[in-house]
């Protein structure tokens, strides 16, 4: 019942909008935490109903913390792996499990929401960023499914991320 509430869906956006900021007293494994079982109720929510998909506001706020949240976790990924990327891979593990649910909660969200480019749009030079560098990142990473790759390239070149970014950072490494 409480499902079919009208406040879910501002209940819902007060829980997303953490994202953007870590809660004090909150610890960065914890927030973590925190933030891939927000992923995963996104991901849950979105397959199971129709709040996510059909409130704009709460799809908006979804979107965009979702961006930043994954911008800031790739940073973090990529500063920690510098050096030797496969020496770090424990170190990065949830993180990398974070950016992979994300990536996908993102490409459902890109296929699903028709004001996706809209939504996007206050947070667009991150989202840049974010694409064309996890489809690096993934590229690199034993264990990542192909489909993984596909769903982010299928994202950026869509959306012409290739053309918007101007130090190349969409290409392709081999």
Known sequence: MFCNSFFVPDILRKLFHTWTDQPSG???????RLSLQLIQLAISLSNTTSH???????????IKGLILLLHRELTEVTDMSRANLSTNLSACS?????LRHGACLLHLLWCRDSSFME????VYQYYVHLVCSLIRLFQQLSGICQVEVLSLQEIRDSDNLEEASQN???METS
């Open 26 to 32: 909150c610890t960065a494994d914890e927030w973590r």
């Open 52 to 62: 996510l998909l059909y409130n704009s506001a709460l799809t908006a706020e979804v």
């Open 94 to 98: 949830e993180r990398l499990l974070l």
């Open 119 to 122: 939504h996007r749009g206050a």
């Open 168 to 170: 190349s950072s969409c």
